[in-house]
């Protein structure tokens, strides 16, 4: 099985950081492209952040650039979201993604909510 799990997120006000971490089951370099997709209340599930396993370098959402970061630790398959300077916008059901064989795996989703 493919197992794809992220956690750290959490209640902050507007103007601070959360780090969300996913967790896989399979080492990331056996996967086609991992990232990170965000779903707000009454809307459709959008893309935040996505790093093909091939490239170095991260595709971000224009909404979030500049304040979050994408970033890997392949060694222990783990993958990282660090989002400073989090807005109301923000607040949303995050959901860690990939894409495995051909095949799209989810996370259950963390929720981040944002005060202003």
């Known amino acids: 099985q493919v197992q794809v799990v992220e956690s750290g997120g959490g209640l902050v006000q507007a103007g601070e950081s959360l780090r969300l971490s996913c967790a896989t089951s399979?080492?990331?370099?056996?996967?086609?492209?991992m990232g990170w997709y965000r779903q707000a209340p009454g809307k459709q599930r959008n893309f935040v952040a996505v790093?093909?396993?091939?490239?170095?370098?991260?595709n971000y959402a224009d909404s979030v650039k500049g304040r979050f970061t994408n970033f890997r630790d392949t060694t222990k398959n783990m993958v990282y979201l660090q989002m400073n300077n989090l807005q109301p916008e923000d607040t949303a059901v995050y959901y860690c993604?990939?894409?495995?064989?051909?095949?799209?795996?989810w996370g259950q989703g963390t929720q981040v909510t944002v005060s202003s």
């Open positions: 993604y990939t894409n495995f064989n051909g095949r799209d795996y």
């Open positions: 790093q093909f396993t091939n490239h170095s370098t991260t």
């Open positions: 399979i080492s990331i370099a056996n996967t086609n492209v």
